[in-house]
């Protein structure tokens, strides 16, 4: 009987993979299991008909271990604390953050939620929650992505009283990991120009909140976490709870630690400033919040958010198309772009190999300086005397597609627009708001202001065979008054402003399915998984110093996948001048490749190297662009950055090792030892230059590659010395 046992579990477990419903009764609790390929996340409802969270960890194989789950009746009228609720709104003896907090037209101002109904359909969970006395509803919406291994939640509160309702918190969710002590918290901060750096700290009693009050998704914070347990996983191991949210406005999510050791991270919209009035009849959707769990590290962790983000959120998903080589004018003429220079400068791109060009900044009326025409979308017709059109035409003869910089949230007060407009900027009544880089903001949630945009932007895709946009924001909301609406409703701003800007891009793509976006501002300041639904890239930093880079890259890379992460060749004038050529277009590779280099002057030897590399980046970016991403060594922990992309099918791997030391001499460069390979397929190893590699093989075994890795060259004295291999 005892040697029964073992084979019975096995058996259970191959029946149990063999169920493939993502959301399921949970049997024996009232509530549900959902199951991703590699994580479970179950919640249920108590006695009292309140929802509570049970398990979010590694994916449970038997149905029994869910009976043993600790399963409190907590949602009592004053409960001591608030345990492990789903979906808490304050009211009550609540203490912790809530997920959501009103105040009804009858002065009431709390909000005690009980089940409803659900639904289950295929990988989608609904949930109804209603307060125990007022017709305020919630709905929960959970979405498993089984693939990626991740779940996504959202809220949707919706009044159905006679009254007005303010909410003052609307968040999407909390994720409760195992109470314990001793975890530890990854995020990414920093600033114009040093986007996505990595910091760690360890979660303690209390709370850390990240978070952006600048109307955007910020250069300061990215709304992105990982937690682990007592500081022990590592890119190739231990437990990473992670997640993300997907709103390009006013975001918040805190991580907090209770007096009883229940860590809760919650997100949604920032309660900054928040005061959304809720009419009879409306709802308020919050934003989705992405969780996954893993048990091997860092590493897989992004791996499983950038399958989700390539293949479930992009805007085509896995059909989307590998991202063109793009040329990029900004670094070279700045605001000075016209019909001629940039016609001499198309034709030596598509001699490069580039196959996208884009005019940035500098191309419509009035702008010769960044002082003045933002606004004004149509061409200004000193640069451009016969418009776009035949630039386009001749962009599009040479074999490339034409891409356009456009900043639609932004007006300059010397514009046609604002001397027509002036009541459409943010600004509060008697107050002068004040100018970023010469430049206010236009109110995005006035319906008004959304249609001329849109139009702007349809007749220009229309008219010039536009296949990109470029969609720049060069400063942060300020003075965030609505003056033409009741005060009670100016701070729904927040919310709509940033509903607007993707109702915005939605419809330009569904009228123009070819048509694609670049999200931007000011470099990384908007990245993040809202925006990410509807644009094909993101501009990771005006920083495009190549070192610098390798950072700011790595940060990038924990959240977002290299696809987007758009690189650029700069001049020599943009960052260390002494970087070599070479070394720049190999930092550049590790994401989409872009070029800003000045074709007029670069030397015809840089011109060859240029059109070698692009070629040769042409034969790798189907594996680095949807490929898996390894980070093999971090520019934060030591002098060489070493990365590694295995295609999808496993054919064909690429690694980047890179010195960023400023040691001179012979700087220790650790062997790469690689990863994700099959152990017993033969590789055929191709260094970019034969003298870097130490490894004289030219074919090797998986098994050989991850154990006994790759070595570089010791580095030389000379021009050649930052790139390895
Ligand atoms: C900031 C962007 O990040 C740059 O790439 C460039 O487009 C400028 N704005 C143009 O004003």
């Not at 194989?61 to 600790?70: G, I, N, Q, V, W």
């Not at 019909?339 to 009035?366: M, R, S």
């Not at 996948?561 to 004038?573: D, E, L, N, Q, T």
Request: glycine residues 8%.
């Amino acid at each position: 009987m005892r040697n029964l046992l073992p084979f019975y579990a096995v058996l259970a477990a191959a029946c149990y993979s063999a169920t493939p419903d993502p959301v399921r009764p949970a049997p024996g609790l009232k509530g549900w299991i959902l199951d991703t390929d590699h994580s479970s996340y179950i919640l249920g409802i108590n006695a009292r008909g309140g929802l509570q969270h049970i398990y979010w960890g590694s994916r449970l194989t038997t149905a029994d271990d869910f009976a043993a789950s600790h399963f409190p009746d907590t949602l009592q009228y004053n409960p001591v604390d608030i345990g492990n609720e789903e979906y808490p709104a304050w009211g009550g003896s609540r203490y912790e953050e809530t997920c959501l907090k009103a105040t009804f037209n009858d002065g009431v101002r709390d909000v005690f939620l009980r089940y409803v109904s659900h639904q289950i359909q295929g990988p989608v969970l609904t949930v109804v929650l209603k307060d125990a006395k007022y017709d305020l509803f919630v709905t929960l919406t959970y979405r498993v992505y089984p693939q990626a291994g991740m779940v996504s939640r959202q809220a949707t509160i919706e009044n159905r009283t006679a009254q007005p309702v303010h909410i003052e918190s609307a968040q999407s969710g909390v994720w409760n990991l195992p109470a314990d002590n001793g975890y530890r918290l990854t995020s990414l901060v920093g600033t114009w120009g040093e986007e996505a750096q990595v910091i760690r700290e360890p979660v303690q009693q209390g709370m850390r909140v990240m978070e952006s009050r600048r109307g955007h998704t910020s250069h300061e914070a990215n709304p992105w976490f990982a937690i682990d347990y007592h500081g022990q996983a590592t890119e190739e191991q231990g437990q990473v709870w992670f997640g993300a949210l997907g709103w390009s406005g006013n975001w918040r999510i805190s991580v907090e630690q209770t007096h009883e050791h229940q860590v809760r991270v919650t997100g949604g919209y920032n309660t900054f400033d928040f005061d959304y009035l809720l009419k009879p009849g409306e709802t308020l959707d919050t934003p989705p919040f992405y969780g996954g769990f893993t048990d091997h590290g860092f590493g897989e962790a992004s791996r499983l958010l950038h399958r989700l983000e390539r293949t479930e959120l992009a805007p085509h998903g896995a059909q989307s198309r590998l991202r063109p080589v793009w040329y990029n004018s900004w670094q070279v003429y700045g605001t000075g772009v016209t019909e001629a220079n940039q016609e001499e400068l198309a034709d030596k791109a598509a001699a490069l190999g580039i196959e996208l060009f884009l005019v940035d900044d500098g191309w419509f009326h009035l702008r010769k300086k960044t002082d003045a025409g933002l606004g004004d979308w149509f061409p200004d017709t000193d640069k451009f005397p016969n418009g776009l059109l035949p630039l386009a035409q001749h962009v599009n003869r040479l074999g490339m597609d034409f891409g356009l910089w456009i900043e639609p949230e932004m007006v300059n007060p010397n514009s046609d627009l604002y001397r027509a407009h002036p009541d459409w900027v943010l600004n509060f009544p008697g107050r002068e708001p004040g100018q970023s880089r010469g430049q206010l903001t236009l109110n995005l949630a006035r319906d008004d202001v959304k249609e001329y945009l849109y139009s702007a932007l349809d007749k220009l895709v229309a008219e010039n065979h536009i296949r990109l946009f470029k969609w720049d924001m060069n400063r942060r909301l300020a003075d965030p008054g609505w003056p033409s609406v009741p005060t009670n409703e100016q701070r729904q701003l927040w919310v709509k402003y940033t509903q607007n800007l993707y109702q915005i891009i939605d419809r330009l793509r569904a009228r123009h399915p070819q048509l694609e976006f670049e999200s931007c501002a000011g470099g990384g300041g908007r990245a993040d998984l809202g925006i990410l639904q509807r644009v094909d890239q993101i501009w990771t930093s005006d920083n495009t110093d190549a070192l610098d880079r390798l950072r700011i890259q790595e940060g990038f890379s924990f959240a977002y996948p290299p696809k987007v992460m758009m690189g650029r060749v700069p001049p020599s004038h943009s960052g260390r001048a002494n970087t070599p050529l070479e070394y720049r277009f190999l930092v550049a590779m590790m994401g989409s490749l872009g070029i800003s280099l000045n074709l007029s002057t670069i030397t015809e030897e840089e011109t060859i190297l240029s059109r070698r590399l692009i070629e040769f980046y042409k034969s790798i970016r189907q594996t680095t662009q949807n490929g898996d991403l390894y980070r093999l060594a971090s520019p934060r922990e030591g002098p060489v950055t070493v990365n590694q992309f295995v295609a999808e099918d496993g054919r064909q791997a690429v690694v980047f090792a890179l010195d960023g030391s400023q040691q001179f001499l012979r700087p220790y460069c650790p062997p790469a030892r690689l990863r994700g390979l099959d152990a017993n397929a033969r590789y055929r190893i191709r260094p970019l230059h034969e003298s870097k590699l130490q490894e004289k093989a030219t074919i090797a075994t998986g098994a050989y590659l991850a154990g006994h890795g790759l070595r570089s060259e010791e580095r030389r004295v000379g021009k050649e010395c930052r790139s390895r291999w």
